[in-house]
């Protein structure tokens, strides 16, 4: 038999990167088929060719063993291919059912838009999905998880044979991620064909039937026997060397209170907060989506007002009222949605990381000094690994690990007292992730202290010191190393419905 | 976004043609249109009226430099025009009133920043849109300067000012000197100061560059009194000119700004901002509107054709975007 959807020798040339190389492979209907590799190995680049929205440099897609020539991304939608990428494509004003429909509201005889066939339309194909969410909502007010199912909604909508998923958990609970399995197991009984990209090796082996691992636009090695594999193999074949225990977790000392945060309000939060960070401590930060973590971290860096309570700096009181005002106090952060928040897509890598840093260097308080600025960048490029043709290139054109390096490598290149990351590894390779987490023990080593927010509790288990677990706007509990489980922490973090 | 549309493979022949094409496209239009006009329009290409284009382009030219900023932070201005104005009515009426030039240009330019102040101050700290906030203010502006002068042009009396308009340096007029310093001085400030890097990142994510620690509003309330400051100066350089404070002069100058600027390749959604550009895009309208007069084609005409080589430009420019996206 041969399968639904070949890659048939594929390459894929930007100007200085070779995205792919020679590419060959295939999925069959009834497969879901895991694709994985290190930021910049070209899986993105791969689900784009596949969606029309590039050409290959070389070779081709066939479908059904037709060879395909998409011209955009309506044909590869009329072959039945639909892609839910990385980056979400909603539009945050329009509702729900107007998203689903986009570009085929159905028409009353007058030509006008039909409102309640629209509406039904998508009520359906949300039942489907098993989504509780009003069609007539406004993207805007959706969570990023939600956002996600409708995205997959969307695909479903147009009957597509071949789905394919780019890190489609990154931003979701873990209850959504439940779902998602769910849905993608029905896909799969139906018959569909299915690629799934993930850094994530949990889920690779919780839902994929085949794994192709990618390293530098190369193709690796296909694995169709799933049993014959384990995490410790697919990890050395992406990265090309082992890694034990991704989060390496080292003993260190710790010296005196540098952060206390007293009584915190302001919007996002229920109560005040109140917590103390230790010099060279690492600081974890776990709760559900929504629990007022990310909130919580933009009023200490004075993102966001805060309308009562207190910071005390080395035990001195300090006002915090803007990023700038943090920054000078020696306060960074590193933002959960990199897209919007965190790079300046149509500007350089070197004008990304240089942006803050710089304020250091300049001539006579105004002049760039561009040498210096060149040679913290290019220090960074090779430190962090940033898969780039070369530092004037934009930040928008990276693949999505990459975009993050360059966020982290804006606040590595300051003289970091205090680093709040919130979600650092998000979208992050397996090998870049324990280097990130390296940095960490390192730089809490210099006497630096971390708070790191996060979704992935084994992440937060696996790099802090001490966890402080939020829900519901509020700190609920924090706990030291040596108590952490995953059971207590958890059944801290889910909403306990007796409690009110 | 994603981009939707497919690009075949080309062949590097073809590449090194679009590099030149990319980085300096509307440079390589100017030169070739400078050359047919040179051959084509008898006077065109003489000493007398280069120097009468550059004269022209000046006061165009002084604002984009400014313009450029507003617009690499993703911003625009509209009131330019009637700054110009009512800087150059101040300034002759202070003159009169002081017998000192050196106030009265102080009045203007200093008039012209208080502007933009308030523009800047609005739009930064209320989060009013540009356009809004800048229109408004243009109807407030062309009023106040109807108020100063009493509603009718202002002579001025000192002969010594006229200088600053009208004289000479080495044979070229203070005008263009003064416009070329101006970009000198801010293609400088835009690729090798932290304010002009600060402004494009601005412009390329808002959001983003706050949380970097820029202080955006301080830098968003910078740029407009800037702008105002030189749209005032250019006022009072205009004034010098004329010889007196014209309050309905200018009529449709921010528009002719911000189209030159557009022209070189400036983006209207902000962090593209090459001054080379600006440079390239008052020149091309300059030489074209010169090249018209020379031609006595008459005024209607000429509307005509700046708005289709502004819309082919920006058409070009739309072009080229999607096609370095791939
Ligand atoms: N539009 C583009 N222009 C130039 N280079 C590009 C473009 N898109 C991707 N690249 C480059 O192609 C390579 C592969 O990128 P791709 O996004 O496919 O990686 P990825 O495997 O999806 O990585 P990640 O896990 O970080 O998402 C990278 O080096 C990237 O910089
Ligand atoms: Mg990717």
Known sequence: MTAYLEFKSVSKQFPGVKALDDVTFSVQSGEVHGLIGENGAGKSTLLKILSGAYF???????????????????????????????????????????????????????????????KEIASKELSYILEEIDPDQKIKNLSIGQRQMIEIAKALLHNADIIAFDEPTSSLSDKETIRLFEIIKNLQKAGKAIIYVSHRMEEIFKICNTVTVFRDGKKIETFTDMSKVDHDILVSRMVG????????????????????????????LAKPASFSLKKGEILGFFGLVGAGRSELMRLIYGAEKHSGGAFYLDEEQMKINSPRSAIEKGMFFCPEDRKDEGIIPIRSVNENINISVRRHSMKAGLFLDKKKERETTDSFISKL??????????????????????????????????????????????????????????????????????????????????????????????????????????SKALPDKAEN | MENTNAIKPVNPAVKVIRNLWENSGMLVIFILLFIILSIFVPYFFTWRNMIGLGLSVSMVGMVACTMLFCLASGDFDLSVENIVAFSGVTAAVVINATGSIFIGVLAGVLGGGLIG?????????????????????????????????????????????????????????????????????????????????????????????????????????????????????????????????QPNTSIGFSLDVISACVLGGVSLSGGVAPIQGAIVGVLIMGTVQNAMNLMNIPTFYQYVVRGVILLIAVLIDRFKQTNTKN
Request: with cysteine; hydrophobic share 45%.
């Open chain 1, 385 to 490: 690994q940033i898969k780039t043709p070369n530092r004037d290139k934009d930040v928008g054109s990276l693949s999505g690990g990459n975009q993050q390096k360059v966020i982290l490598a804006r606040w590595l290149a300051e003289d970091v007292k205090i680093l709040i990351m919130d979600e650092p590894t998000r979208g992050i390779d397996v090998g870049t992730k324990n280097e990130i987490y390296q940095l960490m023990y390192q730089l809490t080593e210099e006497g630096k202290s971390i708070i790191c927010v996060s979704s992935d509790l084994p992440e937060v288990m696996g790099v802090s010191d001490r966890l402080i677990v939020m829900r519901d706007g509020e700190i609920v509990t924090s706990f030291e190393r040596d108590e952490f489980s995953e059971e207590t922490i958890l």
């Open chain 1, 241 to 268: 060397r082992d890694i034990k225990d991704v989060y390496s977790y080292r003993q260190r000392e710790q010296g005196q209170t540098v952060l206390e945060v007293k009584d915190l309000m302001g919007p996002g």
């Open chain 2, 117 to 245: 102040i308030i523009n800047g101050t609005i739009i930064a700290k209320a989060g009013i849109n540009a356009l809004i906030t800048t229109l408004g203010m243009a109807q407030i502006v062309r009023g106040m300067a109807f108020i100063v002068s009493g509603g009718s042009a202002v002579g001025i009396t000192n002969m010594a000012f006229f200088n600053l308009g009208n004289g000479q340096f080495l044979g070229m007029p203070n005008p263009i000197w003064i416009t070329i310093i101006c970009f000198v001085v801010f293609g400088v400030l835009l690729n090798n100061t932290s304010y002009g890097k600060n402004t494009l990142a601005m412009g390329g994510n808002m959001e983003a560059t706050r949380l970097a620690g820029v202080a955006v509003d301080k830098i968003k309330i910078m740029i407009f009194t800037i702008q105002g400051m030189m749209a005032g100066f250019a006022g009072v350089v205009l004034a010098s000119r004329m010889t007196s404070g």
């Open chain 1, 56 to 118: 290959p440099s070389e070779g081709a897609v066939y479908i059904n063993s037709q060879a395909m020539d998409f011209q955009g991304t309506k044909d590869a939608l009329d072959a039945g291919v639909a892609i839910i990428y990385q980056e979400l494509n909603l539009v945050p004003e329009m509702t729900v059912a107007e998203n689903l429909l986009l570009g085929h509201f159905p028409r009353k005889k007058s030509g006008f838009i039909d409102f309640k066939t629209m």
